[in-house]
């Protein structure tokens, strides 16, 4: 294989990270220090004849593998189809609903109000988020009637 030259060779992205030598982190048996980390991983670099890149890269997938397949905790249900949503994603929700009103249409208070009791929004705050929804449309230029 011809190795490319120096200014064909293209890095299509990079991984880089800042630290400082007097950096910790917890193992189960103790605590190590950062330049210790970047030590091994240039150990490990030279066994195994790859770059600090490569290295870091397969060590994430196999974090990848082990912790994020399958594994129901790291999906936010809340992003999920059906999920349980937030109070600012019921107000974002309806915020975009509000914004695609068309400009000569009227906004009413009320319907604000109306519209985040339909989606679920809590009770006690109805008032509080819809005069929070009308302050956003009318910083977003839009006229909300009282």
């Given at each position: 294989?011809?190795?490319?030259?120096?200014?064909?060779?293209?890095?299509?992205?990079?991984?880089?990270?800042?630290?400082?030598?007097?950096?910790?982190?917890?193992?189960?048996?103790?605590?190590?220090?950062?330049?210790?980390?970047?030590?091994?991983?240039?150990?490990?670099?030279?066994?195994?004849?790859?770059?600090?890149?490569?290295?870091?890269?397969?060590?994430?997938?196999?974090?990848?593998?082990?912790?994020?397949?399958?594994?129901y905790?790291?999906?936010?249900?809340?992003?999920?189809?059906?999920?349980h949503?937030?109070d600012?994603?019921?107000e974002?929700?309806?915020?975009?609903?509000?914004?695609?009103?068309p400009?000569?249409?009227?906004i009413?208070?009320?319907?604000?109000?109306?519209?985040?009791?339909?989606i679920?929004y809590?009770?006690?705050?109805?008032?509080?988020?819809?005069?929070?929804?009308?302050?956003?449309?009318?910083?977003?230029?839009?006229?909300v009637?009282?």
């Amino acid at each position: 294989m011809v190795r490319p030259r120096k200014k064909d060779k293209v890095y299509p992205r990079t991984l880089s990270f800042s630290y400082k030598e007097t950096d910790m982190f917890e193992l189960t048996d103790g605590e190590i220090n950062a330049q210790t980390v970047i030590d091994g991983i240039d150990d490990i670099c030279d066994r195994e004849r790859t770059s600090r890149s490569g290295i870091i890269m397969k060590a994430l997938a196999e974090y990848w593998d082990r912790h994020i397949k399958g594994n129901y905790q790291t999906v936010m249900e809340s992003f999920e189809p059906g999920g349980h949503r937030s109070d600012g994603q019921l107000e974002q929700e309806i915020i975009n609903t509000m914004l695609g009103i068309p400009e000569w249409q009227d906004i009413k208070w009320s319907i604000i109000r109306l519209r985040l009791k339909e989606i679920g929004y809590p009770m006690k705050k109805l008032t509080s988020g819809a005069d929070r929804i009308a302050r956003v449309l009318q910083e977003k230029g839009r006229k909300v009637w009282r």
